[in-house]
């Protein structure tokens, strides 16, 4: 019998990771569906039970589910999970635990090797203080780079800065309000701009402009709509490296997918299946 997987949000209707992960299913023959289903903060409980009742695969969560997802208590959070205060993806055990785990911040690591970026030791500028920047700046610093969080609102880099800073993980991290952005860019290797510059529709935004980047720079940009933001041009004209977020995108879901299933997914079939669903 075909085995149902899914992702619950809401608004989830635009949601690209049922074409992402049905076509990897089928390319590997598994007789497996992905579904979006819109489920409503105060109704996640039973829609996780309900799921795990009805003998689903696994499931991902998204916006504004994910914090709530670790106020049940019997989902299991990961380490990581319980750190970045989030849960993007559920297993169910056959011992019938429930887990949870966030793939977000590896989803953008894995963006970055793929591109033959060095992240151990490396000075890193996370743009943004929300929920994606947490999840980004966690794992990175668990991997070991130098990171400096730059806010709009100074109090959430410093205070998430400081969450970081409190787990003693190997790599370095302060924060910061965004008049440093300019100088601390001159000593950096990288740039993520997490933040909601440069998204449709305030396509015009950006967080900088070519003049404060630099040719030795890896500019990170986590939007994908559109694909080429702003700051992704600014970064080109600079000569600096770029990275889409559309591989955050694919990676994340990568992740989850092994974790549901431990099979490996075609990564190249998942990221050129979201392209052609963003340029539909
Ligand atoms: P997510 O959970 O997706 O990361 P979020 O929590 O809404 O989203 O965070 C959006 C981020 O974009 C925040 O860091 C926000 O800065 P503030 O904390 O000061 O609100 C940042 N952001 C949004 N609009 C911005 C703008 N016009 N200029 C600079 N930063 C902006």
Redesign the pocket.
Known sequence: MKQVFGVFGNPIGHSLSPAMHNAAFSALGMDCIYHAFRVRPEKLEKAILGAEAMGFGGLNLT?PLKEEALKLDFIKPDPLAKRIGAVNTVIFEKTGEIQGYNTDGLGARQALLNAAVEIEGSRVVI????????AVAFQLAADGADITVI???EE??LELAKEISAETLPGKINGAG?SGLKELLQDADILIN????GMHP?TD?T?ATAEELHSSLTVFDIVYNPLETRLLREAKAAGAKTVSGVLMLVYQGAEAFKLWTGVEPPIELMKKTILEALQA
Do not use: D, S
């Open positions: 916006v743009a943004g203080a929300g929920g994606a920047a947490r806010n709009r609102t959430r880099a965004l997490t933040t909601t510059l305030n935004t967080i």
